[in-house]
């Protein structure tokens, strides 16, 4: 059989003739690579997924309702109590392990980089995202007298940038054998022609799947295995671009533990009723987050009796399971988003293009589309000036200006004890 000549024809059905255009330019040994390449992708997958950006989003047939949640700042003075000391046994007794997300694009930051390499300008010096992290666990390692187990998810594209910073700064202090360092997997990027882009190695060019990756890519690494072998019984998985995240919250923990539930989130109420952020509801009776674009404008500003806005905890990647959620949640197909990004690519005479406007899809699956598989989950309102502090955009809203004014002032409020 010759394998070209399959190839050839698989990329005419599919209509990828500039890949074939580009296979008649390149050395043989890249030849052999592209086909390789071409012969993992499942392109009626890339093409139902290319077809679908061009659907609407219909979520009127299904039944939303709004969520109940627990705020930190209202709870008694015994439930903080019971619930901090239900979490922090679990921590001191070595049953809880954090995931950082740090698999993402960052292309809206602009960052020449792994996200979790930007350096934050605080307090002159400046702070890394990943030292700001590993800040965050080592104090709580310090508190509860043990190690939490710190697994850090990769894409492909960055995973060897990330090591090398990491082995360079000496892990920021953390013991080395509880980093465990696992990598996502890819799909394929399309233009808006459904053409798939190529990439400066002469391949076709591959992005991390999304965050939603991270369950399935923790079985498939071996980190879930891991895990169990560890004892370990509860998992946060946070992001990595939220200097003011809490990686070891006793309460949140505390909480899904008195609750029984299976899966527990930090929110932060809506700044505004049109803030970008995805919030959560029910849908059907199961837990959801819709995201701001799919939020019916008047279900976006409704009200309830106490004049609180009925969608307004938003989602701020600040998750936690029990391992048996894991397990079962990495088992299953999540379904995938697309998002309209910059990508540079190379064009048909050689060129890398590197555009000015977004010109390619992304697919992704979200890490909060695993709720609906559960019947419940428990939310803890935390405090924005607490907890939600994102590094996102390059200005403006969401970014290293307001993420350092935001994390400066926070840790001027404790040194005051405020
Ligand atoms: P975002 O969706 O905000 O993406 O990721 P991003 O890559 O940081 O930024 P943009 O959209 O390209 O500008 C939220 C979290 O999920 C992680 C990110 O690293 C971040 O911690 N993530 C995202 C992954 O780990 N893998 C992915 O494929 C996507």
Redesign the pocket.
Same mark, same amino acid.
């Given at each position: 059989m010759d394998k070209t000549q399959d190839t050839i024809d698989l990329l005419k059905e599919y209509n990828q003739h500039h890949i074939i255009n580009l296979l008649s330019k390149i050395e043989e040994k890249e030849k052999e690579e592209l086909i390789e390449q071409i012969s993992n992708i499942d392109f009626d997958q890339i093409m139902e997924l290319y077809d679908n950006t061009k659907k609407e989003i219909e979520i009127k047939e299904n039944k939303i309702e709004s969520t109940s949640y627990l705020d930190k700042e209202k709870l008694t003075k015994e439930q903080k109590e019971e619930f901090d000391m239900l979490g922090e046994t679990a921590i001191r007794k070595g049953e809880y392990a954090v995931v950082? &997300? +740090?698999? #993402?694009?960052?292309?809206?930051?602009g960052h020449t980089g792994p =996200?979790g390499t930007f350096k934050l300008d605080v307090y002159g010096k400046g702070k890394y995202l990943f030292e700001i992290l590993a800040e965050n666990l080592k104090e709580a390692n310090q508190k509860y007298e043990t190690i939490i187990p710190w697994y850090i &998810?990769t !894409?492909k594209e960055n995973n060897e940038e990330t090591v090398n910073f990491l082995e360079k700064n000496n892990y920021f202090g953390y013991s080395q054998k509880d980093i465990i360092i696992f990598t996502?997997s890819e799909l394929p990027l399309v233009d808006t022609e459904g053409k798939l882009l190529i990439n400066k190695e002469m391949k076709i060019k591959e +992005? !991390?799947?999304?965050?939603g990756?991270?369950y399935s890519s923790l079985r498939a690494s071996g980190s879930l295995a891991d895990m169990k072998e560890r004892g370990i019984k509860w998992i946060f998985i946070g #992001?990595?671009?939220n200097v003011l995240l809490k990686m070891a919250d006793v309460t949140l923990l505390g909480m899904a533990i008195k609750k029984g539930v299976q899966i527990a989130s930090k929110s932060v109420v809506k700044a505004n009723p049109h803030e970008k952020v995805g919030v959560f509801c029910k849908m059907n009776n199961h837990p959801k987050v819709i995201e701001y674009a799919e939020l019916p404008e008047k279900m976006a500003e409704e009200t309830d009796i106490n004049g609180e806005l009925k969608y307004g905890e938003s989602h701020i &990647?600040c998750n936690l399971y029990t391992i048996d959620a894991i397990e079962k949640v990495s088992k299953e197909a999540l379904m995938y988003h697309s +998002?309209f990004?910059k990508n540079s690519y190379i064009d048909e005479n050689g060129r890398e293009i590197i555009p000015e406007e977004p010109n390619s899809y992304k697919f992704?699956s979200f890490?909060f589309d695993a709720f609906e598989f559960f019947d419940d989950i428990a939310i803890l309102r935390g405090k924005r000036e607490d907890d939600f502090a994102p590094v =996102?955009n390059k200005e403006g809203v969401d970014s290293p200006k307001t993420a350092k004014e935001l994390y400066e002032k926070y840790w001027e409020r404790q040194k005051r004890g405020t």
């Open positions: 950082t &997300m +740090a698999g #993402g694009q960052g292309t809206r930051l =996200k &998810m !894409s996502q +992005a !991390s799947d999304g965050n990756g991270t #992001g990595v671009d &990647m +998002a990004k992704e890490i =996102k």
